[in-house]
């Protein structure tokens, strides 16, 4: 099995910071993707920013120029530093990772989720 544990969630006013990390544990014969995805009460979930194996990116327009994913592989640990949060950033935040585990095929796993909250 495959776990994902994502830590650094919190309360934040607007404009401020917060950095959020993920964790695989578990079988893992390969880390492939991972990302970092949000959702708000009423709304579908909804892709934030992705970072490839080879540490490719990728961000929604709404984060462009304030959110920044890494990985460290050594740790199995992908980031975001979440910086000049508005509002509208409130969501819960869930880490999804593509894994191929030993002796399987390859699958997508997703966190429980950490909750953001920025107040204005």
């Known amino acids: 099995q495959v776990q994902l544990v994502e830590s650094g969630g919190g309360l934040v006013q607007a404009g401020g910071s917060l950095r959020l990390s993920c964790a695989a544990s578990g079988s893992i014969r390969i880390l492939n993707a991972m990302g970092w995805y949000r959702q708000d009460p009423g709304n579908q979930r909804e892709p934030v920013a992705t970072?490839?194996?080879?540490?490719?990116?990728n961000y929604a327009d709404s984060v462009k120029g304030r959110f920044t994913i890494s990985r460290d592989s050594a740790k199995n640990t992908v980031y975001l530093q979440m910086n000049s949060l508005k509002p509208d950033d409130t969501a819960v935040y869930y880490c999804?990772?593509?894994?191929?585990?030993?002796?399987?095929?390859?699958?997508?796993?997703w966190g429980k989720g950490t909750l953001v909250t920025v107040s204005s």
């Open positions: 999804r990772a593509v894994v191929t585990p030993l002796g399987g095929p390859t699958i997508g796993v």
């Open positions: 970072i490839t194996s080879g540490g490719s990116t």
